[in-house]
């Protein structure tokens, strides 16, 4: 696998900058909490899927994306921001996609599918 080729990882490099972008955009300033969380979780999914775009060859770094993309899907519930609408879908429909994108990869590899 030659390195910054897997469109997997570059999805979520972009999703990493969406989230980060979130609380600007949705006005995440009225819950603290929910736009900490959105900028760590945004700045990490960002690096992780950088560092893998680098280092293809350390699959089992997706395991990383796919504990980020869980934290994000609960984030709303345990930092109790279901109330901010736009904030609390953006992480779950982000969360899931991330998950969903970094299984592909495991998946993949596990069943022995070319990455492409």
Sequence with gaps: MMAWKRWQDWVNVVLGVLLFITPFVFG????????????????????????????????????????????????????GYTTLTQLAWSAWIIGVLVVIIAGSVLYSRQSGVAHV
């Excluded at 775009?53 to 350390?58: D, I, M, S, Y």
């Design 28 to 79: 995440g300033a009225a819950m603290p909490m929910a736009e900490y969380a959105h900028f760590v979780l945004g700045v990490l999914l960002f690096l992780v899927g950088l560092y893998l775009l680098a280092r293809p060859e350390h699959w089992q770094v997706e395991w990383a994306q796919i504990v980020l993309g869980i934290l994000l899907f609960i984030s709303p519930w345990v930092l």
